[in-house]
């Protein structure tokens, strides 16, 4: 579940401490996301059902993918499908999954990497575990993100990024109580590798039973909390949460989360997600894989779409196996 670990968290870089007159971030909402199943068959959580989009912005879906141990031949998914307009982000915990897209861009990812797809003007991608993970099955668990672009933005050329999990920074508390690993934005001073068209941050933490994170946060950012696994509170008001569930912050300079003493005995603590971004407050037009400023704006990608325009799938693709990715919210 960590992703990633490491010998000795107390040598790690800490993030400082809140400052006296910093206001802590109470929690305006926490809500318990709904599971369901995503392509041919593979489990999700929705973590952002029920959730108002002005609450999420610059935010738009995010999935919880697994946790799940798959038998040999188990392994599901979805086929080629496009997007437009939007960002997505596809975060590996557990097990291996291959990407590759009609515009060029492609790779594998496991145990703590990222692909950073933006789609732009519009492409065809597919997500599915490679081969020897269909014959073998085991575990697989992740997240998919989907971050709007503003309307500047929509039409950029689509871009891949390959982030390593070696990649990014790698931080904890001041007492030593967490590993805090930050995939884009910047935390005490220290970045991510993720380069964003919207200015946000995405970090994930593994909270020691008992521990307490207080992280500096942009005034200018929202701040959202997704439990990944084990319990533990939000805010200074001590909110419970638990896993499957989303925490809504309030204005402020800092966000608190603390693990519970008592954890499940195979969790290491309390695994989090950390998001946050600048809204873009501008027209949201959605339609399945389409997210645009306009209905009108919608209606012609599905035509481009039909058209072919948004891509043609690789001569070099070969079928194999089944396929991963999310294509809908």
Do not use: C
């Not at 809204?279 to 389409?290: H, L």
């Not at 035509?303 to 891509?311: A, I, N, S, V, W």
């Amino acid at each position: 579940m960590p992703a990633v670990t490491v010998s000795d968290v107390t040598a790690l870089p800490r993030v400082p401490e809140p400052g006296p007159t910093d206001v802590d971030r109470h929690v305006r909402s926490v809500t318990t996301a709904p599971s369901g199943f995503e392509g041919e068959g593979f489990p999700v959580r929705r973590a952002f059902a029920g959730v108002d989009l002005r609450d999420l912005d610059p935010f738009l879906h995010m999935d919880q993918m697994g946790e799940v141990e798959y038998a040999p031949g188990e392994p599901k998914g979805t086929s080629w499908h496009p997007h437009r307009g939007f960002e997505t982000v596809t975060y590996i915990m557990d097990g291996t999954f291959e990407h590759q897209d009609s515009h060029g861009g492609g790779g594998v990812i496991t145990n703590g990497d990222t692909q950073w797809m933006t789609a732009g003007g519009g492409l065809l991608h597919i997500e599915r575990p490679p081969e020897a993970l269909v014959a073998s099955g085991g575990l697989f668990h992740g997240l998919q993100l989907w971050v709007n672009l503003p309307k500047a933005d929509k039409w950029l050329e689509p871009k891949y990024q390959d982030l390593r999990a070696g990649e990014s920074a790698l931080l904890t508390t001041y007492d030593g109580g967490a590993l805090i690993r930050v995939i884009a934005g910047e935390l005490g001073g220290h970045r991510g590798p993720g380069s964003t068209r919207t200015p946000m941050a995405m970090m994930h933490a593994t909270i020691s039973p008992g521990a307490t994170v207080e992280l500096p946060w942009r005034r200018d950012f929202n701040a959202l909390v997704y439990v990944l696994s084990g319990a533990g509170t939000a805010g200074p008001e001590g909110r419970p949460v638990r896993t499957g569930q989303l925490a809504v912050f309030g204005p402020g300079d800092t966000i608190t989360v603390a693990g519970a003493v008592e954890q499940e005995s195979r969790l290491a603590g309390l695994d989090v997600v950390i998001l946050g971004g600048r809204p873009i407050r501008e027209p949201v037009a959605w339609g399945g894989p389409f997210v645009m400023n306009t209905k009108a704006e919608v209606l012609q990608a599905f035509e481009d779409y039909q058209k072919g325009k948004l891509g043609i799938i690789p001569a070099t693709y070969i079928p194999h196996g089944t396929l991963g990715g999310s294509t809908q919210p």
